[in-house]
C-alpha cells in the first residue's frame, strides 16, 4: 500500500505556469500523472517508469515535464504553457513494484492501481 497526497494546484491565467507535487508514503517503481475535467473521462497525462523514460499525450507535449525525486518519494509535474483546456482535477497515480515500460500503455485510465486524491487546475483566459 501506498498513499499519494498532490499538492500544487490553483487558478492561472493563459500562458501561465504551475508545478503539481506528489508525494508518497513510500518508494514507487512508477509513476503517472492523469486529469479528468468536468463531464469528460479521465486521461492519461505523463508517465515516468522505473528507468526515468517519460511518455506523454499528444496534448501536453513540449508543455509538461514529468520528474521524479527518489530521494524524496515525490513526483512533479511542470505544466508550462497552460491552456483553458487543461483545466481539470490532476490525479497522480503509482505502482509499487512493475518497471512500467509500456509507453502509452501506461497513460491508459486502470493501469496503475495507486491514486491520489487530487488538485484541481483551472485556467483562465
Known amino acids: 500500500q501506498v498513499q499519494l497526497v498532490e499538492s500544487g494546484g490553483g487558478s492561472v491565467q493563459v500562458g501561465g505556469s504551475l508545478r503539481l507535487s506528489c508525494a508518497a508514503s513510500?518508494?514507487?517503481?512508477?509513476n503517472g500523472w492523469f486529469r479528468q475535467a468536468p463531464g469528460k473521462q479521465r486521461e492519461g497525462v505523463a508517465s515516468?517508469?522505473?528507468?526515468?523514460?517519460?511518455t506523454y499525450a499528444d496534448s501536453v507535449k513540449g508543455r509538461f515535464t514529468i520528474s521524479k525525486d527518489i530521494a524524496k518519494n515525490t513526483l512533479y509535474l511542470q505544466m508550462n504553457s497552460l491552456k483553458p483546456e487543461d483545466t481539470a482535477m490532476y490525479y497522480c497515480?503509482?505502482?509499487?513494484?512493475?518497471?512500467?515500460?509500456?509507453?502509452?500503455?501506461?497513460?491508459?485510465?486502470?493501469?496503475?492501481?495507486?491514486w491520489g486524491q487530487g488538485t484541481q487546475v483551472t485556467v483562465s483566459s
Open positions: 497515480a503509482a505502482d509499487l513494484f512493475r518497471s512500467c515500460r509500456g509507453g502509452d500503455r501506461t497513460l491508459t485510465s486502470n493501469y496503475f492501481p495507486y
Open positions: 513510500r518508494g514507487t517503481s512508477c
Open positions: 515516468i517508469d522505473s528507468y526515468a523514460n517519460t
